[in-house]
């Protein structure tokens, strides 16, 4: 199967800053990433598909990039909803994979 | 609006069975692949299961593989995920997810179901 490693695990940041987590993959995946919010005692969201392709109705402060095994999500100014655990996903193959999560908190 | 409501959850001890079960509506459900992706308490996500529209085809985590059986019953709208010999090891909030209809992933999410396996 193949590994998805997220850094950081969790972070702390302050509503307006700009925040980027990093997914990479254990092998190349082309473009097969998907990205997901998660708050407390709720389903998943999924955010962000192919790499960079933003759901309908998800904000353009969150974006993503990458390719090959590298891939980031970042939120360009922090907004008090956005405080969550962030979770990538590759779907190149089966199984598809998570990271393991990057918990952003409030600083 | 698309609508996914996961039930069958609850307490059982290792090495019974438990069968989880999906109601879903708001699209054409023989018309998407489904899945299955779990939670431990405290822990990040885990894909468990998925099949194609039609039911033909199916794929397992190797952690469930010859102990778990996911199927469909596209007349009903309902998936379903039979568990057996369940282990402590599978205690989680199991979601019941609609694959997006270009890749192998869900873009549609219940709001899961908590199986709790201990004597």
């Known amino acids: 199967a193949i590994r998805m490693t997220q850094s950081p695990s969790s972070l702390s940041a302050s509503t307006g800053d700009r925040v980027t987590i990093t997914c990479r993959a254990s092998?190349?995946?082309?473009?097969?990433l998907a990205w997901f919010q998660q708050k407390p005692g709720k389903a998943p969201k999924l955010l962000i598909s192919?790499?960079?392709t933003l759901q309908s109705g998800v904000p353009s402060r969150f974006s993503g990039s990458g390719s090959g095994t590298d891939f980031t999500l970042s939120i360009s100014s922090l907004q008090s909803e956005d405080f969550a655990t962030y979770y990538c996903?590759?779907?190149?193959?089966?199984?598809?994979?998570f990271g393991q999560g990057t918990k952003v908190e409030i600083k | 609006e698309v609508q996914l409501l996961e039930s069958g959850g609850g307490l059982v001890h290792p090495g019974k069975s438990l069968r989880l079960s999906c109601d879903v509506s708001?699209?054409?459900?023989?018309?998407?692949?489904m899945n299955w992706v779990r939670q431990a308490p405290g822990k990040g996500l885990e894909w468990v299961s998925g099949?194609?529209?039609?039911?033909?085809?199916?794929h397992y985590v190797d952690s469930v593989k010859g102990r778990f059986t996911i199927s469909r019953d596209n007349s009903r709208n309902t998936l379903y995920l039979q568990m057996d010999s369940l282990r402590a090891e599978d205690t989680a909030i199991y979601y019941c997810?609609?694959?997006?209809?270009?890749?192998?992933?869900?873009?549609?999410w219940g709001h899961g179901t908590l199986v709790t396996v201990s004597s």
């Open positions: 099949i194609s529209g039609s039911g033909g085809t199916t």
């Open positions: 708001g699209f054409t459900f023989s018309d998407y692949a």
């Open positions: 997810a609609k694959s997006s209809p270009v890749g192998i992933y869900c873009d549609y």
């Open positions: 192919g790499t960079s």
């Open positions: 092998q190349d995946i082309v473009n097969y």
């Open positions: 996903q590759q779907y190149y193959n089966y199984p598809p994979t």
